[in-house]
């Protein structure tokens, strides 16, 4: 009888020290697919002064210039996203060279696209962009119970980790309240959708309407890019 408690007792040690090493190895799996939904990769993209561009108009000190990413080679320069084209989202680059002494702030918000009609065209919200990526183009009211959200619900393949990937990089990099130090150059995107989601901004005009010296505490004058 005290051999069959012993062999017992050794028994259920084993079974129980067994048991760690299983939850381990199976959270070490859990955590090795959790590494891999998220596959979307920041992208850094190398900015020269706003002079160098194409596209560009000068202010007293202060150059800006619009570099539109227009095709999908060169939207993959700058974002790991492959349907931008074929939703007919454009993003701008806004480059600001400040050779003025003084500190001087751009707001993002501000900044349209005016077509040869003389419309204007707001810039689309990163919650839009981000949303039409994830559900390809579709309609919110498509994507669950919830059309009000800005974004669809979690779909297969890991686009849980992808959206939150996305969002965050395109947020980070988005033209918002933009500082630009005397004597540096700075930037920031915003997106576009042109009518029947075209990709040619030639005849536009990137239309910055306020810019301001924040030691004075004025305005320049507004900033209007054509773009051939």
Avoid at 15 to 21: I, K, N, R, Y
Avoid at 116 to 138: E, F, W, Y
């Amino acid at each position: 009888m005290g051999f069959s408690r012993s062999k017992v007792r050794v028994g259920r040690y084993r079974a129980a020290s067994t048991m760690p090493l299983t939850l381990l190895i199976g959270g070490g799996v859990l955590l090795l697919n959790a590494a891999t939904l998220a596959s979307y990769k920041s992208l850094k993209v190398k900015i020269n002064p706003a002079p160098t561009y194409l596209f560009h108009t000068t202010q007293g000190q202060v150059t800006i210039a619009a570099d539109p990413y227009e095709t999908n080679d060169k939207i993959r320069t700058a974002f790991d996203l492959k349907d931008l084209e074929k939703l007919g989202i454009i993003p701008v680059n806004v480059i600001i060279s400040n050779e003025g002494d003084d500190l001087i702030l751009v707001n993002g918000e501000d900044v349209n696209l005016v077509d040869p009609r003389n419309h204007s065209l707001a810039s689309l919200p990163i919650g839009d962009v981000v949303q039409a990526v994830l559900s390809k183009g579709k309609s919110p009211s498509t994507q669950g119970p919830n059309p009000q959200s800005r974004l669809p619900l979690p779909r297969k393949d890991g686009l849980r980790g992808d959206a939150f990937e996305i969002e965050t990089d395109l947020s980070n990099r988005s033209l918002k309240e933009l500082r630009v130090s005397p004597k540096t150059t700075a930037s920031g995107f915003v997106f576009f959708q042109l009518p029947d989601r075209q990709m040619r901004l030639a005849g536009y005009k990137l239309y910055i309407p306020q810019v301001k010296n924040l030691k004075t505490g004025k305005d320049l004058l507004f900033f209007e890019i054509e773009i051939k």
